[in-house]
C-alpha cells in the first residue's frame, strides 16, 4: 500500500506570491492533516479535513487555506507569501481522524520564500 | 489550551547507554499521547502510544507509560544503537469530540556515537 505522498517536494517562492501544496493520502483514508514545521515555532496544527469538509482549523492567519477533494486529496494554499512562511509543511492521513485511528506523515514539502 | 514540554536537547550518548527524555502535558481533558521520531529528510513516525493512564507504549526497545498524576509521558530505552539517531516529538490528541489535531512539543534530536 502506497504511503502519503506530497507534491512538490521542494519550492522556492518570493515574497507576495501564492503557492499551493498537494497531499495524496493512503488509499481509503478520509482524514487528512496539515502541520507546518519551523526550527522557532516546532511543529503546529494548520487544519485538518475530512469528507471534504474543514473539520478543525489552526491558529493561522487566512492566508492559509485548504481543501479536500471527493477522491480525498487535499490541497493548502498559501497567498501573499511572508519570508516567516519559509517552512517544512507536512500532511498525514488517517482513516477517520479519530479514536485509535494512527496518523501516517507525508515526507513533507519544503516551501522557501526569499 | 493544550500543550506539551520537552526536555532541551540535544542529547548525544555513546551505543549502548540508555536513553531517558522526558516529557510533560497540559491538557483539559483526557488526551492520548504519542512519541513520533523523524528520520533526516524525512515524515514522522509514530514509535509509540497510550490512550488512558496507567498503559505502557512500547515499540523497537523503546517504552512509555502515560502517567495522570504527574501529567508525564517520558520515553525510554534501555540501550540505544546509532541507528536510533533522529529527532524525537512527543504529542497529545484531545480525544473530545471527532478530531485529529496533535499538538507537539519542540522535539528533541538525538545523536548516538559507536
Known amino acids: 500500500k502506497a504511503g502519503v505522498t506530497q507534491t512538490p517536494r521542494y519550492l522556492i517562492k518570493t515574497r507576495g506570491q501564492q503557492v499551493t501544496l498537494s497531499c495524496s493520502p493512503i488509499?481509503?483514508?478520509?482524514?487528512v492533516s496539515w502541520y507546518q514545521q519551523t526550527p522557532g515555532q516546532g511543529l503546529q496544527f494548520l487544519f485538518e479535513?475530512?469528507?471534504?469538509?474543514?473539520?478543525n482549523k489552526g491558529n493561522f492567519p487566512g492566508r492559509f487555506s485548504g481543501r479536500q477533494f471527493s477522491n480525498s486529496r487535499s490541497e493548502m494554499n498559501v497567498s501573499t507569501l511572508e519570508l516567516g512562511d519559509s517552512a517544512l509543511y507536512l500532511c498525514?492521513?488517517?482513516?477517520?481522524?479519530?479514536?485509535?485511528?494512527?496518523?501516517?506523515f507525508g515526507p513533507g514539502t519544503r516551501l522557501t520564500v526569499l | 489550551g493544550d500543550s506539551v514540554t520537552q526536555m532541551e536537547g540535544p542529547v548525544t550518548l555513546s551505543e549502548e547507554a540508555f536513553l531517558t527524555i522526558n516529557c510533560t502535558y497540559t491538557?483539559?481533558?483526557?488526551?492520548?499521547l504519542f512519541w513520533y521520531v523523524q528520520y533526516p529528510g524525512e515524515g514522522l513516525q509514530l514509535l509509540l502510544k497510550?490512550?488512558?493512564?496507567?498503559d505502557k507504549g512500547s515499540n523497537k526497545g523503546f517504552e512509555a507509560t502515560y502517567r495522570k498524576e504527574t501529567t508525564s509521558f517520558h520515553l525510554e530505552k534501555g540501550s540505544v544503537q546509532v541507528s536510533d539517531s533522529a529527532v524525537y516529538f512527543c504529542?497529545?490528541?484531545?480525544?473530545?469530540?471527532?478530531?485529529?489535531?496533535?499538538?507537539f512539543g519542540k522535539g528533541i534530536t538525538l545523536s548516538v556515537r559507536p
Open positions: 498525514a492521513s488517517s482513516l477517520y481522524g479519530e479514536g485509535n485511528n494512527e496518523q501516517f
Open positions: 488509499s481509503g483514508h478520509r482524514s
Open positions: 479535513y475530512f469528507s471534504e469538509t474543514q473539520r
Open positions: 491538557a483539559t481533558g483526557y488526551p492520548s
Open positions: 497510550a490512550t488512558k493512564a496507567d
Open positions: 504529542a497529545l490528541r484531545d480525544n473530545t469530540g471527532a478530531n485529529s489535531k496533535l499538538t
